[in-house]
C-alpha cells in the first residue's frame, strides 16, 4: 500500500523559512516525478513546484521563483521544499503527490499526502 507523509509544517513570521519534508512509502520512489501542491479554503489546488525522476529537472510556479528549492533524496525516499522569503500570501495547506509524469498538472499524480499546515503572518 502506498503511503505519502508530509512533515514540517508550522507557523512563520513573514519573510521566514520554513523545510516541509515528504516521505513515501510502498513504491518505487526513484521511477516516480514528484510535486508539491497547494490549497487554501475556497480555491482550487495549486502546483507549486516539481521534480523529475533523478532530481534533475525542477519546475516552479512563478509566484515561488526565486524563493521555493525542490529537492528530493532518493535513498531516503524523501521529497523536500525549501521555503524561504515567505509571503502571507504562501498560507496553506501544502500536499506532497507522486505521478508518472513531470509537471504542475494535478491530475497527473496518482499518489497523494494528507497535506500540512503552512502559516505566514505578517
Known amino acids: 500500500q502506498v503511503q505519502v507523509v508530509e512533515s514540517g509544517g508550522g507557523f512563520v513570521q513573514a519573510g521566514g523559512s520554513l523545510r516541509l519534508s515528504c516521505t513515501a512509502s510502498?513504491?518505487?520512489?526513484?521511477?516516480?516525478?514528484m510535486g508539491w501542491f497547494r490549497q487554501t479554503p475556497g480555491k482550487e489546488r495549486e502546483g507549486v513546484a516539481c521534480?523529475?525522476?533523478?532530481?534533475?529537472?525542477?519546475y516552479y510556479a512563478d509566484f515561488v521563483k526565486g524563493r521555493f528549492t525542490i529537492s528530493r533524496d532518493n535513498a531516503k525516499n524523501t521529497l523536500y521544499l525549501d521555503m524561504n522569503s515567505l509571503k502571507p500570501e504562501d498560507t496553506a495547506i501544502y500536499y506532497c503527490?507522486?505521478?508518472?509524469?513531470?509537471?504542475?498538472?494535478?491530475?497527473?499524480?496518482?499518489?497523494w499526502g494528507q497535506g500540512t499546515q503552512v502559516t505566514v503572518s505578517s
Open positions: 503527490a507522486a505521478g508518472m509524469y513531470y509537471g504542475l498538472v494535478k491530475s497527473e499524480y496518482d499518489y
Open positions: 510502498g513504491l518505487t520512489f526513484d521511477d516516480y516525478a
Open positions: 521534480i523529475g525522476w533523478r532530481g534533475h529537472s525542477t
